[in-house]
């Protein structure tokens, strides 16, 4: 993929400043664990930086191990983890309907196809414009008020599909309650990196009328297109400052913020 | 009606987000009294003596479960479990948003119970919300002198750090929520040894849930025998059941230990107008499902395990006779297949499948083996990996296969069909 110099520039400055205002937030998130524990620092550091560009960008993961004295591999490996850390670019809205037990006995079904048929997008998928992000998500923890989904973690209850009409217009229109997120950089048609397909017949594992196994394409040539189409270099250097402290460590004692 | 306001007590009512409204209620004072009054085993003892069993699922004695940390003198974590996200429970993110000072005070005394100065709070990172409230709380607890150096003026120090998890029903595991914390994958451990003696950062470390620290407060407040004498004696207490599904006025629900489904039922306003319940599930989406001919059993520990099932994190799912068991049984296998962390191959390989199977039956390509064969793959697969989650996929999946096998018999193509087409 090649990156147009400007481009690079613009990053470059970019993401420079989001370190930098992340920066002091991630010596505070180390300082509340004990010394010489500083990787659980590392996913509080990783939502920072989501939380500041939308997204857990490269460069974001190579500061990251860079403050913690860690290995690249070592933060990629923990971010690829968890669903929550979006290692590519998503839309302004991410749109995550409840597709679990209580939600599905009281019509997310329903919720879920108008999503799907208004965004003309699937499960994972963000639309053209790079407005949504959607993903059919777990069980949200507000089954008293099925069907429910977040927006942005934000929570949105008692869902209809008028109420998911009502919802889309107001993002287009910019009035919706819940903020839109950052966007540093223009999402792809997906987000999840070598993780879930569209869960969509034919597609692989799924049964398809001309695949009734559902064994679909196993010879791993999509996911080496996947992985080809969707690559992000890492394009600014990560300052090079350890943020751990040194020193033995002291366990299980009292620390507070007048310690440092 | 049996709905008691203990846990719940003063929610929407009351802003209890504020630290002055949590004290003119008696907030505090237990953990005043314990810091001033109270050696840390006395309260482990209050705790046993009270039989308060572990609220997040597995019902272990939470006086027991500290009393197998070693007295060596080494540092050790307490560390609350806000990880919630069985299927169909959200009694901890209602405490955390409404009252996360009592959930605070709770983490307070559990820690100096087992001698910590250093408790975690892992707070599940879908709860966005939650996290700024507690946070909020804790600046203000910590403002007020409650949280620090010298609380109360004691040689006892205390620090609480709130972590966020980021999407992953299996840190909620306590060996994975572990791992979470030290920044690592959340992949469950294996056991022994278990957290009392290696926990967090290989240090002496309990993991508790939020209710059960939450409840801490209370048996302080009103004496181990308080707790003991209400519901069954090996259930006692009281607990937060979340109600969902085909009921009329679903939500948390605090009650006596004990107290019939049926009244459960009830309390939260019955089935929806000319429906029946044909089902029900009672401990979140791990358990397997009860019938309409159940509805009479008292709602404890000891007899749900005994009919085949479990009380869990308290989380009830109501069905009536509108429930498509087929694409319920789907919601449940594909969450468990989707939240798998991959390490042991029964869970993950046979996750994927069942859901797969179950996908096929459900767009017409199954055929009438499949229905034995979701049997057998999620039988096959249990008690046979790491932690739990892959031994919670068979329960549900079997008992409404078994129960319902019209349902599932009616999605097949039948073998004259396949001729046909062939």
């Given at each position: 993929m090649s990156v147009a110099p400007e481009q690079t520039a613009s990053a470059e400055r970019d993401f420079a400043t989001t370190a930098h205002a992340v920066e002091s937030e991630a010596r505070r998130l180390i300082a509340s664990y004990p010394r010489g524990h500083a990787r659980s620092a590392m996913l509080p550091i990783l939502h920072a930086f989501q939380n500041a560009e939308g997204w857990v960008s490269p460069e974001a993961m190579a500061q990251t191990a860079a403050w913690l004295d860690e290995p690249l591999s070592v933060v990629e490996s923990t971010a690829s983890f968890y669903t929550l850390f979006h290692r590519r670019p998503v839309g302004r809205y991410m749109l995550q309907p409840c597709r679990n037990l209580s939600?599905?006995?009281?019509?997310?079904?329903?919720?879920?196809?108008?999503?799907?048929?208004?965004?003309?997008?699937?499960?994972?998928?963000?639309?053209?414009?790079?407005?949504?992000?959607?993903?059919?998500?777990?069980?949200?923890?507000?089954?008293?008020?099925?069907?429910?989904?977040?927006?942005?973690?934000?929570?949105?209850?008692?869902?209809?599909?008028?109420?998911?009409?009502?919802?889309?217009?107001?993002?287009?229109?910019?009035?919706?309650?819940?903020?839109?997120?950052?966007?540093?950089?223009?999402?792809?048609?997906?987000?999840?990196?070598?993780?879930?397909?569209?869960?969509?017949?034919?597609?692989?594992?799924?049964?398809?009328?001309?695949?009734?196994?559902?064994?679909?394409?196993?010879?791993?040539?999509?996911?080496?297109?996947r992985l080809t189409r969707d690559a992000y270099p890492v394009r600014v250097r990560p300052t090079k400052e350890r943020l751990v402290v040194d020193g033995p460590a002291r366990l299980g004692s009292p620390i507070g913020p007048s310690e440092h | 009606m049996p709905v008691v306001n203990v846990l719940t007590d003063g929610i929407g009512e009351v802003n209890l987000r504020d630290i002055d409204v949590y004290r003119n209620r008696g907030g505090y004072a237990q953990w005043q009294r314990a810091l001033t009054e109270l050696q840390p085993e006395n309260i482990a003892q209050m705790t046993s003596d009270s039989g308060l069993r572990g609220r997040g699922g597995a019902g272990f004695p939470t006086g027991r479960k500290w009393s197998f940390l070693p007295k060596n003198g080494r540092p050790r974590y307490l560390v609350c479990n806000c990880d919630e996200a069985e299927p169909g429970t959200f009694k901890d993110h209602m405490l955390l948003l409404e009252t996360p000072h009592q959930v605070l005070e709770g983490i307070l005394l559990g820690a100096y119970a087992i001698g910590s100065h250093h408790a975690f709070m892992y707070i599940r990172g879908e709860f966005e919300q939650g996290y700024r409230v507690f946070m909020e709380a804790l600046a203000q607890a910590r403002?007020?002198?409650?949280?620090?150096?010298?609380?109360?003026?004691?040689?006892?120090?205390?620090?609480?750090?709130?972590?966020?998890?980021?999407?992953?029903?299996?840190?909620?595991?306590?060996?994975?929520?572990?791992?979470s914390l030290e920044g690592k994958r959340g992949e469950p451990r294996l056991k022994p040894p278990f957290p009392a003696v290696k926990g967090l950062y290989g240090e002496p470390t309990v993991v508790n849930n939020v209710e059960t620290l939450a409840t801490l407060p209370h048996i302080l407040?009103?004496?181990?025998q308080w707790f003991a004498s209400v519901g069954p004696p090996r259930s006692p207490g009281f607990k937060i059941v979340s109600v969902s599904g085909h009921v009329r006025r679903p939500g948390n629900y605090e009650v006596p230990l004990g107290t019939p489904l049926r009244e459960l039922l009830e309390i939260a306003g019955g089935p929806r107008e000319?429906?029946?319940?044909?089902?029900?599930?009672?401990?979140?989406?791990s358990s397997a499902c009860l019938f309409a001919e159940d509805l009479d059993l008292p709602y404890d520990f000891d007899t749900m395990a005994q009919h085949g099932t479990m009380l869990g994190s308290g989380a009830i799912v109501f069905f009536d006779e509108t429930t498509n068991f087929v694409e319920a049984a789907l919601a449940l296998v594909r969450f468990f297949a989707h939240e798998s962390c991959g390490q042991c191959t029964p869970c993950r390989e046979g996750g994927h499948w069942l859901e797969v199977t179950l996908n096929r039956i459900l767009s017409g390509g199954g055929l009438d083996s499949d229905i034995d064969l979701l049997l057998s793959v999620s039988h096959q697969l249990t008690g046979i990996n790491l932690c739990p989650l892959g031994d919670s996929i068979e329960p549900f999946l079997a008992s409404v296969v078994r129960r319902f096998e019209p349902q599932f018999r009616g999605y097949v193509r039948r073998p004259e069909s396949i001729l046909v087409s062939a």
């Open positions: 939600c599905i006995i009281n019509g997310a079904g329903d919720i879920m196809a108008r999503f799907r048929e208004r965004l003309g997008v699937q499960h994972l998928e963000t639309t053209p414009d790079g407005l949504f992000s959607y993903e059919e998500a777990e069980c949200l923890a507000a089954c008293d008020r099925a069907p429910c989904m977040q927006v942005n973690l934000q929570f949105v209850y008692d869902l209809t599909p008028e109420k998911v009409d009502a919802m889309l217009e107001a993002m287009h229109a910019g009035t919706f309650a819940v903020p839109p997120l950052p966007q540093t950089a223009s999402p792809g048609r997906d987000w999840h990196v070598a993780q879930e397909g569209a869960k969509a017949p034919g597609a692989r594992g799924v049964p398809s009328p001309n695949d009734p196994g559902g064994l679909g394409d196993k010879s791993g040539v999509e996911m080496i297109e | 403002a007020a002198g409650f949280v620090g150096q010298n609380v109360f003026g004691t040689d006892y120090g205390i620090e609480v750090t709130v972590h966020r998890g980021a999407g992953a029903y299996i840190c909620g595991e306590e060996t994975a929520l572990l791992n407040k009103n004496g181990p000319g429906r029946t319940i044909v089902a029900v599930q009672p401990g979140g989406g």
